[in-house]
C-alpha cells in the first residue's frame, strides 16, 4: 500500500499567491465573457488595489508578529492606507507631527501596475481606456475617503487623491493600450523633427542623469552602512518596527534619488534648516534618521566637480544622438528643446520631492525646484553645447585629409562597350 506524505498548510505567502491566480484567472473569464468596458474597470480596480496590497501586506504580517502583539489589524490596516495615500499627494499625521514628503515609489510602482494590467486585461477601446482610468481614481478617492472619514479636511484629501490618481491613470493606462495594439504611432510623423528630437535628447539626458544619482546614492549608503545602523538603534524600534522603517524608506528611495540629483547639480538640498550640495557640507547636525543618513552628505575636493559630471552626461548624449538630432547649426533648436524640457520636468518633480517629515528643521527638506532646474539645465545644456563644437571641428579637421584622399585616388576608368555588331558576310 502506497503512503502518500500528508500535504503541508499553504504559508501565508502561498495564500496571496493562490489568491492573486484566482483575481487573475476570474479577470481573464470576464474578460472574455463580458463587454469591453468591463476589462477596463477591472484593470483599473485591481491596479489600485493592487498598488494598496505592496504597502498593506507588509504592515499585516508587522501586525501579526509576536512583537508587535498589541497592534490590531484594523490599526495596521489604516495606518497602511495612510501611507499608500501619501504617494497620491494626501498628507497625513504621526502624532501631531504632519508628513508631506511623497513617496515616489508608491507612484513609480503604480504607474508600472496600471501599464502592465491595461496592456493585458483592457481592450484596446476608448471605452476600456476611460473606464480603467474612472475605475482606478474612483477607487483611489473611496480609500481616501475612508482612512480619512473623520478628519475636518477629508474633502480636501479626496479631491487631491482622485486628481493625482487621474494624472497618473491616464498615460499609464494609455500607454498600456497603446503597447496592447502595438501601435505605430504614424501620427508622430506629423510632429516637427525638432521637437521629437528635442523629445529624445530630453528623455535621455534625464534618464542619465537618474542613473547617475542612483548610483551614487548607492554608494553612499554602503558607506553609511554603519551610521545608518547606529541611527536605527538610537530610535529603540523592536525587530517588527525596524522592518516597518526599512519598508518605508524603500519607498522614499525614488524621493532621495530626485534629493541627489539636486546635489549633484551644485543645487543642493535643504534638510536640518541647511543647504548640502557636493560643494558646501552642511554645517549642522543631521537629524538622527536611518533614511537621512543614507544621503551624500561630504563636500569638497573632487565631489565640488559633481557638476561638470552632469555636463559629461548631456555630452555624451548629444553625441550618440548626432544622427536623430543633426550636428552643427541644424541640432541647436533640438538642444533647446530638450534642455527646457529637462529643466521642466527636474523643477516639476522637484517640487513633488520636497516636503515635512518632522516638526522644527524638519518642516521642510528637499531640493529647491528652481535651482536645481536652472543648475541642471545650464549644465546639460553646455555640456551639449561643447559636444556640437567638438563635432564641428572634428568634420572641419577631417575634411582636408577627405579631400585630399580623393585626389589622390585614380578615378575608375569605364569599360567601353564590346562590339557588338555583326561582321557583314563575305
Known amino acids: 500500500?502506497?503512503?502518500?506524505?500528508?500535504?503541508?498548510?499553504?504559508?501565508?505567502?502561498?495564500?496571496?499567491?493562490?489568491?492573486?491566480?484566482?483575481?487573475?484567472?476570474?479577470?481573464?473569464?470576464?474578460?472574455?465573457?463580458?463587454?469591453?468596458?468591463?476589462?477596463?474597470?477591472?484593470?483599473?480596480?485591481?491596479?489600485?488595489?493592487?498598488?494598496?496590497?505592496?504597502?498593506l501586506i507588509p504592515m499585516w504580517v508587522i501586525a501579526s508578529s509576536a512583537a508587535a502583539a498589541q497592534i490590531s489589524w484594523g490599526k495596521a490596516t489604516g495606518i497602511a492606507a495612510r501611507v499608500w495615500l501619501t504617494g497620491f499627494g494626501v498628507p497625513w499625521a504621526v502624532d501631531g507631527v504632519p508628513?508631506?514628503?511623497?513617496?515616489?515609489?508608491?507612484?513609480?510602482?503604480?504607474?508600472?501596475?496600471l501599464m502592465q494590467l491595461a496592456r493585458r486585461f483592457a481592450s484596446p477601446t476608448w471605452t476600456a481606456g476611460f473606464a480603467a482610468v474612472a475605475a482606478f481614481a474612483a477607487t483611489v478617492g473611496l480609500s481616501a475617503s475612508l482612512a480619512w472619514g473623520g478628519a475636518d479636511d477629508s474633502r480636501t484629501r479626496v479631491v487631491r487623491a482622485t486628481v493625482v490618481a487621474l494624472m497618473l491613470a491616464i498615460p499609464a493606462v494609455a500607454w498600456g493600450l497603446l503597447r496592447q495594439r502595438g501601435a505605430a504611432l504614424t501620427w508622430l510623423k506629423r510632429v516637427p523633427e525638432a521637437i521629437r528630437?528635442?523629445?529624445r535628447l530630453a528623455v535621455a539626458m534625464g534618464s542619465g542623469s537618474?542613473?547617475?544619482?542612483?548610483?551614487?546614492?548607492?554608494?553612499?549608503?554602503?558607506?553609511?552602512?554603519?551610521?545608518?545602523?547606529?541611527?536605527?538603534?538610537?530610535?529603540?524600534?523592536?525587530?517588527?518596527?525596524?522592518?516597518?522603517?526599512?519598508?518605508?524608506?524603500?519607498?522614499?528611495?525614488?524621493?532621495?534619488?530626485?534629493?541627489?540629483?539636486?546635489?549633484?547639480?551644485?543645487?543642493?538640498?535643504?534638510?536640518?534648516?541647511?543647504?548640502?550640495?557636493?560643494a558646501e557640507a552642511p554645517t549642522s547636525t543631521i537629524p538622527a534618521l536611518p533614511l537621512l543618513a543614507t544621503l551624500p552628505h561630504a563636500a569638497?575636493?573632487?565631489?565640488?566637480?559633481?557638476?561638470?559630471?552632469?555636463?559629461?552626461?548631456?555630452?555624451?548624449?548629444?553625441?550618440?544622438?548626432?544622427?536623430?538630432?543633426?550636428?552643427?547649426?541644424?541640432?541647436?533648436?533640438?538642444?533647446?528643446?530638450?534642455?527646457?524640457?529637462?529643466?521642466?520636468?527636474?523643477?516639476?518633480?522637484?517640487?513633488?520631492?520636497?516636503?515635512?517629515?518632522?516638526?522644527?528643521?524638519?518642516?521642510?527638506?528637499?531640493?529647491q525646484p528652481l535651482v536645481a532646474a536652472v543648475m541642471i539645465g545650464l549644465e546639460l545644456g553646455l555640456g551639449a553645447l561643447v559636444a556640437v563644437l567638438l563635432m564641428a571641428l572634428a568634420g572641419l579637421m577631417r575634411a582636408p585629409v577627405r579631400e585630399a584622399r580623393s585626389r589622390t585616388e585614380p578615378s575608375p576608368q569605364r569599360e567601353s562597350p564590346a562590339d557588338t555588331r555583326v561582321p557583314p558576310a563575305e
Do not use: C, N
Open 99 to 113: 508628513v508631506t514628503l511623497v513617496p515616489l515609489g508608491v507612484a513609480s510602482l503604480t504607474v508600472l501596475m
Open 1 to 55: 500500500m502506497t503512503v502518500h506524505p500528508q500535504a503541508k498548510p499553504p504559508t501565508a505567502t502561498g495564500r496571496v499567491a493562490g489568491a492573486a491566480r484566482a483575481v487573475t484567472e476570474a479577470v481573464s473569464r470576464v474578460r472574455t465573457e463580458a463587454p469591453g468596458w468591463i476589462g477596463g474597470a477591472l484593470a483599473g480596480i485591481q491596479g489600485a488595489l493592487f498598488s494598496l496590497a505592496v504597502v
Open 197 to 199: 528630437s528635442g523629445i
Open 210 to 278: 537618474v542613473a547617475l544619482a542612483a548610483i551614487a546614492l548607492v554608494v553612499s549608503t554602503v558607506g553609511a552602512r554603519h551610521l545608518v545602523a547606529e541611527s536605527a538603534t538610537s530610535l529603540g524600534v523592536d525587530a517588527a518596527g525596524g522592518a516597518a522603517l526599512a519598508f518605508l524608506e524603500i519607498l522614499y528611495a525614488p524621493t532621495l534619488v530626485v534629493w541627489v540629483v539636486s546635489w549633484l547639480s551644485g543645487a543642493g538640498y535643504v534638510l536640518g534648516g541647511v543647504i548640502s550640495s557636493s
Open 300 to 367: 569638497g575636493g573632487a565631489l565640488a566637480w559633481s557638476p561638470v559630471v552632469l555636463g559629461v552626461v548631456g555630452a555624451i548624449v548629444t553625441m550618440i544622438l548626432r544622427k536623430r538630432i543633426g550636428q552643427g547649426v541644424r541640432a541647436l533648436p533640438a538642444i533647446g528643446i530638450g534642455i527646457v524640457l529637462v529643466s521642466v520636468s527636474v523643477g516639476a518633480v522637484s517640487r513633488v520631492a520636497r516636503g515635512a517629515i518632522g516638526p522644527g528643521v524638519l518642516a521642510v527638506v528637499g531640493p
